[in-house]
């Protein structure tokens, strides 16, 4: 009786490991595509970026989004001649996606052709994406945190750029 009940515990205990696996954590991986149609359908970019499937899935259309919201919110049309200029490099732009505290939206590095982006903003990248491109339109190197303050009064705005870790005090008289 003791190894009947011994017996149906361990099939019990072994089935219940095979059948109750669960599913494995999604790992994160590399990931690259080309996004066209941007800006009037002339130009295209390399978006890549260490993240999972379920967190790549929705990236190409956020970014396609955010830059041809940018540059269509230009009215006058200052920064779209930015746009235009630096997407039509013969090297090539590439945006890359990280998961990253050390700033709190984009960083370029000074070759004109690659954008970081912080994956954790998005969603609300696009007000950015002006400063930015004008930014590696001039090979500038920033690491910063942009923070855009509204003066209603005035209807100005002022811009702060604001590197870590003073962000706290970013932008106080």
């Known amino acids: 009786m003791k190894k009947t009940i011994l017996s149906i515990v361990i099939i019990a205990v072994l089935t219940a490991s095979i059948t109750d696996c669960g599913e494995e954590e999604e790992q994160p991986q590399n ?8 800006f009037d359908n002339n130009s295209s970019a390399t978006v890549k970026g260490y993240l999972t499937d379920t967190e790549w899935a929705s990236v190409p259309n956020k970014i396609k989004n955010a830059l041809n919201g940018a540059f269509d919110a230009d009215n006058i049309g200052w920064y779209k001649n930015d746009f235009r200029t630096v997407f039509a490099r013969s090297a090539g732009i590439t945006i890359i996606i990280e998961k990253n505290l050390t700033y709190t ?50 209807f100005s705005s002022t811009l702060f750029l604001c590197s870590l870790p003073s962000v706290a005090n970013c932008g106080s008289s």
């Open 105 to 154: 939206n984009w960083k370029i590095i000074g070759d004109g052709v690659t954008l970081y982006l912080n994956f954790n903003v998005l969603d609300n990248i696009q007000s950015e994406l002006t400063v930015a491109v004008g930014s590696m339109l001039d090979n500038g190197t920033t690491t910063a945190n942009i923070i855009f303050k509204y003066d209603n009064a005035m």
């Open 31 to 38: 990931q690259s595509v080309s996004i066209t149609g941007l």
